[in-house]
């Protein structure tokens, strides 16, 4: 075992999670290997726990059997109470352990329910990652935030989601209920990175690794995944990139884990610099220098989906004058207007 491996801690709030798998994803049984495969990718599983009244499933126990899970029975009470029981003894048993096994760096807890988030916040505290595992549709919006990662139980592999067949007679003209897919757009993608990249250069100072930006990534949404871009692994969505022009990949200290930074001439980049000295060269043979204010506008005139952002700036002024200081055009402030005006050298 590496020193950089991690140890983790699974523990299963069984009913939220398998009704959840039930009830929103229709005709799907919940299995644990897609969840076992996730995180045998990211560590060394050391604790299995599932906490349930075990007479409800008894299918369901003996696949957890077979993957080496503690079955932890929840005495047979009704309704909410036998609810809280459970939690209750997940959340001490959680605790308990974080204290006892120091070696233990990451818990993963399966459920949706925001009732967890304190214990969430408490394993933060203690200096443990803490990743969440739910169903979509059946998860609260108050726990993914908490958590260091979020895996959303029907993205994961080997989860293969279909709407169950319904009689055309019974539809009644209605599509089949199906879970909610997230919107996600690939210029949103392109942008979230170089976002993202930006400020990491601008923090550090130093070179970014893939890992961390990827690290950054999940701290600024728990649910990132490159999966629902339609990529394999973070690697393959960095090579995609490089190979738009978006960014450049070099050699780093550890095998896997290239340097990540902003391509050179040539890229995506260097054209929106050729956009913007083009519009400013057609105004200031009109009109005499143009003003930095409202010229963003007339960039996205000739080219409707630009946005600085997505080459990792933060405002349309920085974006600016790193074309100044590559040499497409000069800034100069006017006190009488109080604003830049902007030339073609």
Partial sequence: MTPEEERIALFLDYVNLAIGVRDQLKGFQFDLKPIADALAERG??????????????????????????ELIEIPQRMGAVRKNAADIKLAVDA????????????????TGDSD????????RELNKRVIGVGVRASTSAMLPPACDEFLFYENLEGVEVRAPAQPKAKTKGREPEVPPEPELEPEDLQSLITRTLGGLQRSSGEVVLASSLKRALLRKDSTFSEADYGFRAFAELLAHLREKGVIELTDGPAKGDPVVQFAAEGSEEHDAFEVLAA???????????????????????????????????????????AAQTKGFIELTWDEASGDYLVRVP
């Fill in 279 to 321: 519009v400013v060269k057609d105004l200031q043979k009109r009109n005499g220098h143009p003003a930095l204010s409202g010229l963003k506008n007339q960039v996205r005139k000739r080219r409707p989906d630009f946005s600085e952002k997505k080459f990792g700036y933060g405002g349309f002024l920085q974006f600016c004058k």
């Fill in 95 to 110: 605790i308990e352990l974080a204290f006892e096994r120091e070696y233990v760096t990451t818990f993963v807890l399966g």
């Fill in 116 to 123: 967890f988030t304190p214990l969430v916040h408490k394993l």
């Fill in 44 to 69: 060394r599983v050391v604790s299995r726990k599932a906490y349930a009244d075990w007479s409800m499933f008894d299918e369901d126990r003996r696949m957890l059997t077979r993957h080496h899970v």
